[in-house]
């Protein structure tokens, strides 16, 4: 099986192109916003548009949500496809898609500035942002189980073949997700240190907290996620790699779960050890 991946800014129009995308590189089958598509179907998943808020949207997405990553698993098992297409808002996005769905390492990465127009993703930006409309590369008859009510419009095939296997992966959706009426959303640093203390405090081998420190990555205008720095006083007595990679772990995922950011490292510092008085 071999993976290749769509990358670009949220609203550019990636979902719109996916199909084609997918067509001109033979993908059998699609990951997008947390569903897996096959011919025109959704096999598994729930897709990120059905959530109430943008943050539970992109923890959909990258299938931090629990249970969701692994039914998606079972279904790639089941259906075996020889390439998958997956579609994410940055390199760093598909490529942790790729890792918590066990799939192989990504082949090849197109980004949409390579196969739009700089007008044509700025009409699909002014779509998104303007009036909510977002895109999913199925057919409305399917997407009607789980769009009740908010389903706006069937976007026809932009295949003109008459072969049934392209129209099937030819047709395309739009809905109107609750959360695009909540406008944009933005996560202060002190938020994610709030998570990180927290997680912190709540351990007894950390006996005080020095600092903790948000770097954000980003190549270009696109933010690639987040890097973590703490400093700490531990408490003498235990295995201390051991303590720290299960600390790094623990706040990792307590990140990304609450925020749906991408958490590159967590880098933990100790600046001293405690050693208790024993009283004789």
Known sequence: MDVIALVGPSGTGKSHRALQVAREHEADAIIDDGILIKDGHIIAGE?????????????????????????????????????ILVIG?????????????????????????????RREIEAAQYHRLKEGKHIIPVPTIELKPHFSGWLIN??????????????????????????????????????????????????????????????????????RGIKITCEVVLSYGSHIPTLIRRTQSNIRDAVEYTTGMIVHAVDISIRALYVEQRVH
């Open 47 to 83: 897709s990120a548009k059905t959530e109430k808020s943008k943050i539970m949207a992109v923890r959909r997405a990258i299938f931090v949500l629990p249970g969701h990553a692994a039914g998606v698993r079972e279904a790639i098992e089941q259906i075996h496809p020889h390439r």
């Open 89 to 117: 808002t940055s390199e760093n996005m598909v490529q942790k898609i790729a890792k918590t769905l066990d799939l192989p390492a990504i082949q090849q990465i197109i980004r949409i500035e390579d196969i739009a127009t």
């Open 154 to 223: 069937p976007l026809h095939s932009i295949f003109k073949q008459s072969d049934v296997k392209r129209r099937k992966l030819g047709e395309k959706s739009i809905v109107r997700p609750v959360f695009s009426y909540y406008g944009k959303l933005t996560i202060e640093d002190r938020v994610i240190q709030a998570i990180t203390e927290r997680i912190l405090k709540s351990r007894e081998y950390i006996k005080s907290l020095k600092k903790i420190a948000v770097q954000h990555v980003s190549k270009g205008e696109e933010d």
